[in-house]
């Protein structure tokens, strides 16, 4: 790796003008672009002492050679000159939404003598009406399949069109009345453009007109006994509506937005857009991005926004409303750059209230979803857990494979119900039937260090306990009544390759010592650090660091993002029921019996507060009259201030 200090350049060197600058390394290849308001100031950052780097930012400056900027002269053009230079030389510290397509649009030729229905992507045409964007093309393509048993437009080639003019037979469409056949002059060129013109009305919004046009006739069909007519235009109908279906309305009819959402973890971010148009959602699409950059989430939602527009243009791809997050920090640039790509005015904000941030609300979760989904599918190929257990294994430099790890938890409000988990992965897969659940009371619940020891050595306390009752496997015939009287429940008779602590190197010499104290010398320990990801090993002064993309990398944040999923579950658990005991204890009449009776009925405060005096004489042995004393104490409580972890700042129930 280069030396910074052998390229830096020299501050006065440096201009006080926004600019683009572009790193470089040894074999000239750019690796990083980046934009700034004040050269000098953003390019000195990166020079500043190596401790103080992230270390993505770390790794890019040590793999650079060289840097270079161009000066320009306004942040505008800073934002469109920093858009071009990352699709051209694609650096590899650069997020990037790579999309090898552009988003599928139904296109109705309205220019030609026998318009076509068509799916098209790219860019739009002259005297086409585009109405989208769709995704999966999938969607539009049965959409349009639909379509044409009421609107039968052509939607065949120039090619396949000019065959059947010349042969005087219709394609297979023709013969099963989903073309109006106007190659073989079934229908005259003007009935033909009023049938497509009628299809971009349907899709323009005005479906309610047809559907109510076809009810009518099916109406006047049976009047008049036609039944077989009135059964197409039934079904004619249907397929309106199933249509109608596929694209729900969710907002006003006039509303044309596209709804970003992101969800994201130390290495990888989840997006998902939703495009609205005339109300409906047409389509969807999402991207997985490594986070490659170190980059704020304003930042992040600009690189998103450049990469999503920087190849569409006009009203019809780029909508009068685009719904982030959180905003930009140029919000005012980003905005004139899409009013100039749009031709119009382009509002660019976050949902705040209402249906909007209702469905951005619901963006978010598919995101998260996503991202979800993706890291599952990585931890369910064969060949990745083979490859992140390996990877792990060279990386701790440990001798024996990693066929069961155990990972640890603690978690607590201000050192109060104090529980820690146990999770484990057999073969790189969560078996759930050996999690366990600890309290931790009393002296072990002062810190996080002792909570560690404590946990670590009851876990192995029990390992050794059962291990010394292991029914000793002999060959030979046994009695089954004896064997089952011998053998001990085995909660805790399997010992892990690996233990994994959440935590620094103080809940790693916990671990290790509670481990020392009962005589276990076989097991190894590494903690996980959140801030950094980085691994601890007992008496180690340095961490191991896991290369970003790494598989091991993604098993020990799954194994970490297990164990405090668990236990974060077991506390507020464990919380609840502990308020729900304090606040039931000060309701004159209410005693052990009868408290124990209303947390079984409810199992839960948020239940018990919401129920009515008559739910609450349904209770056995609570009367009226001890149901109104419940009733009226916990109104008086929900009156007051919710509390509030204020290491967390999450609000307590």
């Given at each position: 790796m280069?030396?910074?200090k052998?390229?830096?350049?020299?501050?006065?060197?440096?201009?006080?003008?926004?600019?683009?600058y572009?790193?470089?390394?040894?074999?000239?290849?750019?690796?990083?672009?980046?934009?700034?308001?004040?050269?000098?100031?953003?390019?000195?950052?990166y020079f500043?002492?190596?401790?103080?780097?992230?270390?993505k930012?770390?790794?890019m400056?040590h793999t650079a050679?060289?840097?270079?900027?161009t000066?320009?002269?306004?942040?505008l053009?800073?934002?469109?000159?920093?858009?071009t230079?990352?699709k051209?030389?694609n650096p590899?510290f650069?997020i990037?939404?790579?999309?090898?397509?552009?988003y599928p649009?139904l296109?109705?030729t309205?220019?030609?003598?026998?318009p076509?229905?068509?799916?098209?992507?790219?860019?739009?045409?002259?005297d086409t009406?585009?109405?989208?964007?769709f995704y999966?093309?999938?969607?539009i393509?049965?959409?349009?399949?639909t379509?044409?048993r009421?609107f039968?437009?052509?939607?065949c080639?120039?090619g396949?069109?000019?065959?059947a003019?010349?042969s005087?037979?219709p394609?297979?469409?023709?013969?099963i009345?989903?073309?109006?056949a106007?190659?073989?002059?079934?229908?005259?060129p003007?009935?033909h453009?009023?049938?497509?013109?009628?299809?971009?009305?349907?899709?323009?919004?005005?479906?309610t007109?047809?559907?109510?046009?076809?009810?009518?006739?099916?109406?006047?069909?049976?009047?008049?006994?036609?039944?077989?007519q009135a059964?197409?235009?039934?079904?004619?109908?249907?397929?309106?509506?199933?249509v109608?279906?596929?694209?729900?309305?969710?907002?006003?009819?006039?509303?044309?937005?596209?709804?970003?959402?992101?969800?994201?973890d130390?290495?990888?971010a989840?997006?998902q857009?939703?495009?609205?148009?005339?109300g409906?959602?047409r389509?969807?699409?999402?991207?997985?991005v490594e986070?490659?950059?170190d980059?704020?989430?304003?930042e992040f939602?600009?690189?998103?926004l450049t990469?999503?527009?920087g190849?569409?243009a006009?009203?019809d791809?780029?909508?009068r409303?685009?719904?982030v997050?959180?905003?930009?920090?140029?919000?005012?640039e980003?905005?004139?750059w899409?009013?100039?790509?749009?031709g119009?005015?382009?509002?660019?904000?976050?949902?705040?209230?209402?249906?909007?941030?209702?469905?951005?609300?619901?963006?978010?979760?598919?995101?998260?979803?996503s991202?979800?989904?993706?890291?599952?599918?990585?931890?369910?190929?064969?060949?990745t857990r083979?490859?992140?257990?390996?990877?792990l294994?060279d990386?701790?430099?440990?001798p024996?494979?990693l066929l069961?790890?155990?990972?640890?938890?603690?978690?607590h409000?201000q050192?109060?119900?104090?529980?820690?988990?146990?999770?484990v992965f057999?073969?790189?897969?969560?078996?759930?039937?050996?999690?366990?659940?600890?309290?931790?009371?009393?002296?072990?619940?002062r810190?996080?260090?002792?909570s560690?020891?404590d946990?670590?050595?009851?876990?192995f306390?029990?390992?050794?306990?059962?291990?010394?009752?292991?029914?000793?496997?002999?060959?030979?015939?046994?009695?089954?009544?004896?064997?089952a009287?011998?053998a001990?429940s085995?909660?805790?008779a399997?010992?892990?390759?690996?233990?994994?602590?959440?935590?620094?190197?103080?809940?790693?010499?916990?671990?290790?010592?509670?481990l020392?104290?009962l005589g276990?010398?076989?097991i190894y320990v590494?903690?996980?650090a959140?801030?950094?990801?980085?691994l601890?090993l007992?008496?180690d002064?340095?961490p191991?660091?896991?290369p970003?993309?790494?598989h091991?990398?993604?098993l020990?944040q799954?194994l970490?993002?297990?164990?405090?999923r668990?236990?974060?579950?077991?506390?507020?658990?464990?919380?609840s029921?502990?308020m729900?005991?304090?606040?039931?204890?000060?309701?004159?009449?209410?005693?052990?019996?009868?408290?124990?009776?209303?947390?079984?009925?409810f199992?839960?405060?948020?239940k018990?507060?919401a129920?009515?005096?008559?739910?609450?004489?349904e209770?056995?042995?609570?009367g009226?009259?001890?149901?109104q004393?419940i009733?009226?104490?916990?109104?008086?409580?929900?009156?007051?201030?919710?509390?509030?972890?204020?290491?967390?700042?999450?609000?307590?129930d």
């Open positions: 280069a030396d910074p052998s390229y830096r350049p020299q501050t006065g060197d440096i201009p006080l003008n926004p600019g683009v572009r790193f470089r390394d040894e074999t000239g290849r750019v690796i990083y672009v980046g934009k700034a308001k004040v050269l000098r100031s953003r390019l000195n950052s500043a002492n190596p401790a103080t780097l992230t270390p930012t770390h790794t400056v050679v060289s840097v270079e900027w000066v320009v002269g306004s942040e053009e800073a934002l469109q000159l920093e858009y230079w990352i051209e030389y590899r650069n990037v939404f790579r999309d090898d397509k552009t649009y296109a109705v309205m220019g030609e003598k026998y076509r229905a068509l799916v098209m992507r790219g860019d739009k045409r002259k009406k585009y109405f989208g964007p999966p093309a999938k969607a393509r049965e959409t349009l399949d379509l044409l009421v039968p437009v052509r939607s080639s120039a396949v069109f000019n065959r003019q010349s005087g037979r394609c297979l469409l023709g013969y009345d989903k073309c109006a106007p190659c073989v002059g079934r229908i005259s003007e009935d453009k009023q049938l497509a013109a009628d299809l971009c009305q349907f899709m323009g919004g005005e479906g007109r047809f559907i109510k046009e076809l009810e009518t006739k099916m109406a006047g069909a049976v009047a008049e006994l036609e039944y077989e059964a197409r235009y039934r079904d004619d109908i249907a397929a309106l509506r199933r109608f279906e596929r694209n729900a309305v969710v907002l006003a009819d006039d509303t044309e937005a596209d709804i970003f959402a992101v969800h994201e130390e290495l990888e989840a997006v857009v939703f495009h609205v148009r005339n409906r959602i389509g969807q699409r999402g991207w997985v986070k490659v950059e980059s704020t989430p304003e939602i600009e690189h998103l990469q999503v527009y190849e569409s006009g009203d791809r780029i909508p409303e685009v719904l997050p959180v905003l930009p920090e140029n919000v005012d980003l905005s004139t899409l009013h100039e790509r749009r119009s005015a382009v509002s660019l904000r976050v949902a705040q209230r209402g249906d909007k941030a209702t469905l951005a609300e619901t963006v978010r979760e598919n995101a998260e979803q991202l979800r989904l993706h890291k599952s599918r990585r931890a369910g190929d064969l060949t083979s490859a992140s257990l390996q990877e294994q990386a701790l430099g440990l024996s494979p069961r790890i155990e990972c640890y938890d603690a978690s409000t050192g109060t119900n104090v529980v820690a988990s146990m999770v057999e073969d790189g897969l969560p078996k759930k039937a050996d999690y366990r659940k600890f309290s931790i009371t009393g002296e072990a619940a810190d996080d260090t002792a560690m020891y946990v670590i050595s009851r876990r306390k029990n390992y050794l306990e059962e291990s010394e009752n292991m029914v000793p496997m002999v060959s030979g015939e046994i009695d089954i009544s004896d064997a009287e011998k001990p085995r909660r805790f399997y010992p892990p390759s690996l233990v994994i602590v959440d935590g620094g190197p103080p809940q790693v010499d916990a671990a290790t010592r509670a020392s104290d276990i010398d076989d590494v903690g996980l959140k801030r950094l990801e980085e601890w007992p008496d002064e340095f191991v660091i896991l970003r993309a790494s091991a990398l993604y020990v799954r970490r993002d297990e164990a405090h668990f236990a974060i579950t077991f506390h507020r658990k464990k919380r029921a502990s729900m005991t304090s606040v039931l204890d000060e309701i004159p009449g209410l005693g052990p019996a009868k408290r124990e009776a209303l947390r079984k009925h199992s839960s405060m948020k018990m507060r129920a009515t005096i008559e739910e609450l004489t209770v056995p042995g609570v009226p009259v001890l149901a004393n009733h009226e104490s916990l109104a008086k409580l929900a009156d007051t201030k919710p509390a509030v972890n204020m290491t967390t700042g999450e609000v307590l």
